[in-house]
């Protein structure tokens, strides 16, 4: 098992209780961040089959981060403005400047991050992304009052370190979610991807999104978009297998079986594994 990483520098305890999570997060990790041209909303859960997304697609880039997809090559997506790509100690996320919300949420899994995320402790420090400018990102000030949670797109559980443990409370990686929803079916799906990723022979990389349906409720002074789905797709490297978790985001969603790479393409639009010949083919075994 691999060691554990040291703590966070005393710097932290050293600077207010305002800005400490802020430059905490700044200080503890070198992050790239750059715009790129996609998009992932769409006007409904129906949308061009994977063939047809395919020749229309852009390519998103993460050239500081591309071990966190599958075959080191990032999702490919429509095109379209104010999207930015940021890059995080243990996760990636294409960020819409216009939802203020995250397009997807990427992360690699497997037995050594769940062991040693098993024993971090959860900090709940939320903060505003200050990589993003201010008229494109969510403030704290948004979700107060709303009757959403700050749903966390990549899990603060998966985090192996202090310093990743940190940065998933980016707003970034946040979309408004059902409370009951957020702590409870969705909740079990994040724990049993983890238990999977904990068995898995090798990596295990997972893309996890909002689905926007128009027209979008929104909440706060920044009007900050709230989807109507969410998904996580979960592809086992080693297995060559997929499938995906498609949930309404609602308290009164139930479980339900998931469903198809090739469904989930359908559904939201995007080629979220296209370094894998399998996927482009339809040949992924779910």
């Keep these: 098992m691999p060691k554990k990483s040291s703590p966070p520098s005393p710097l932290a305890s050293l600077i207010t209780a305002s800005r400490r999570t802020t430059l905490w997060f700044i200080a503890a990790s070198a992050l790239s961040v750059q715009g790129v041209s996609c998009i992932s909303k769409i006007d409904t859960p129906a949308s061009p089959g994977p063939a047809q997304?395919?020749?229309?697609?852009?390519?998103?880039?993460?050239?500081?981060?591309?071990?966190?997809?599958?075959?080191?090559?990032?999702?490919?997506?429509?095109?379209?403005?104010?999207?930015?790509e940021l890059c995080y100690a243990s996760f990636a996320v294409l960020h819409n400047g216009h939802s203020?919300?995250?397009?997807?949420?990427?992360?690699?899994?497997?037995?050594?991050?769940?062991?040693?995320?098993?024993?971090?402790?959860?900090?709940?420090?939320?903060?505003?992304?200050?990589?993003?400018?201010?008229?494109?990102?969510?403030?704290?000030?948004?979700?107060?009052?709303?009757?959403?949670?700050?749903?966390?797109?990549?899990?603060?559980?998966?985090?192996?370190?202090?310093?990743?443990?940190?940065?998933?409370?980016?707003?970034?990686?946040?979309?408004?979610?059902?409370p009951r929803h957020n702590s409870g079916i969705w909740a079990k799906i994040e724990r049993d991807t983890r238990h999977y990723a904990a068995r898995a022979q090798g990596d295990v990389y997972v893309i996890t999104g909002p689905v926007l349906a128009e027209p979008s409720k929104e909440i706060g002074p920044g009007r900050i978009k709230v989807p109507k789905y969410l998904f996580k797709l979960v592809y086992d490297a080693r297995a060559g297998r997929a499938w995906a978790y498609w949930h309404e985001n609602a308290d009164s969603a139930v479980a339900s079986p998931p469903i198809s790479y090739d469904e989930l393409v359908r559904r939201t639009g995007m080629e979220l594994l296209p370094g894998i010949p399998a996927a482009a083919s339809g040949r992924l075994a779910s």
Excluded: W
């Design 100 to 178: 203020k919300i995250p397009v997807f949420v990427a992360e690699r899994l497997n037995r050594a991050v769940i062991e040693d995320a098993d024993d971090e402790k959860r900090t709940n420090r939320f903060f505003a992304d200050a990589r993003l400018p201010s008229a494109e990102r969510a403030t704290l000030e948004d979700y107060a009052g709303s009757g959403y949670a700050r749903g966390h797109m990549a899990p603060a559980a998966d985090m192996p370190t202090a310093t990743a443990m940190a940065q998933s409370f980016s707003l970034a990686n946040m979309v408004p979610q059902a």
């Design 53 to 84: 997304a395919r020749s229309t697609h852009v390519a998103t880039q993460f050239s500081g981060c591309r071990e966190f997809f599958a075959a080191g090559v990032p999702p490919r997506l429509p095109p379209a403005a104010l999207q930015r």
